[in-house]
Each structure stands twice: as structure tokens, then as C-alpha cells.
Nanobody
Framework: QVQLVESGGGLVQAGGSLRLSCLAS????????MGWYRQAPGKQRELIAG???????AYTDSVKGRCTISRDNAKNTMYLQMNSLKPEDTAVYYC?????????WGQGTQVTVSS
């Protein structure tokens, strides 16, 4: 069983930055896939950044060049650095990992970007 706890969300002005953290109960080194998703009010949850350890990262077009997904094996933590934030980035952000044929989700952290 893997537990994920996000933190780092909050209220920020447009153009600002936030770094979201996702602390995992297990070793992030062992996860087959790690990702960040977001869900805005009235919209479906969408993938914004994904990482396959040892292989590659990928980003949705709307955040490409503004966001960076990374992990710290020693801290069992995954990060999402977000820069140049826009009001349309306002959403609840979730981290997600896939491990041993099971997908796990965090509880979400709210990001609100004011104009």
C-alpha cells in the first residue's frame, strides 16, 4: 500500500511560482510511473506532467516550458515546480503513482492563481 500526501498549494498572483510536493510512504525509486494531474471546477481531471524513472518526462502543452516534474529518491518525494502561473492554472492538483499494477492518488492540494 502506498500513501501520497501533497503540499505546497496556495494562493499566488499571476506570474508567480509554486512548488508542489508529494511525499510517498514508499520509495519513489521503485515506482514504475509518477505523475501530476489537476482538476478545475466543472472540468475533468487532466494529466499535466508525467515521469517514467530512468526514461523520460512529458508535459501537456498548456504547461510545457513552465512546469518541471522531478523526484528526490532520498526524501521519497516528487515535485512539480510551476512558474509563470496563470489564472487558468487554478485547480486542485493531485499526484499519482503506479506501482505493482496499482494506481495510487494523493488527496489533492488547491492552487489558486489570481489575476
Amino acid at each position: 500500500q502506498v500513501q501520497l500526501v501533497e503540499s505546497g498549494g496556495g494562493l499566488v498572483q499571476a506570474g508567480g511560482s509554486l512548488r508542489l510536493s508529494c511525499l510517498a510512504s514508499g520509495s519513489v525509486f521503485s515506482f514504475e510511473y509518477m505523475g501530476w494531474y489537476r482538476q478545475a471546477p466543472g472540468k475533468q481531471r487532466e494529466l499535466i506532467a508525467g515521469l517514467i524513472p530512468g526514461f523520460s518526462t512529458a508535459y501537456t502543452d498548456s504547461v510545457k516550458g513552465r512546469c518541471t516534474i522531478s523526484r528526490d529518491n532520498a526524501k521519497n518525494t516528487m515535485y512539480l515546480q510551476m512558474n509563470s502561473l496563470k489564472p487558468e492554472d487554478t485547480a486542485v492538483y493531485y499526484c499519482c503513482v503506479h506501482h505493482n499494477q496499482t494506481t495510487y492518488w494523493g488527496q489533492g492540494t488547491q492552487v489558486t492563481v489570481s489575476s
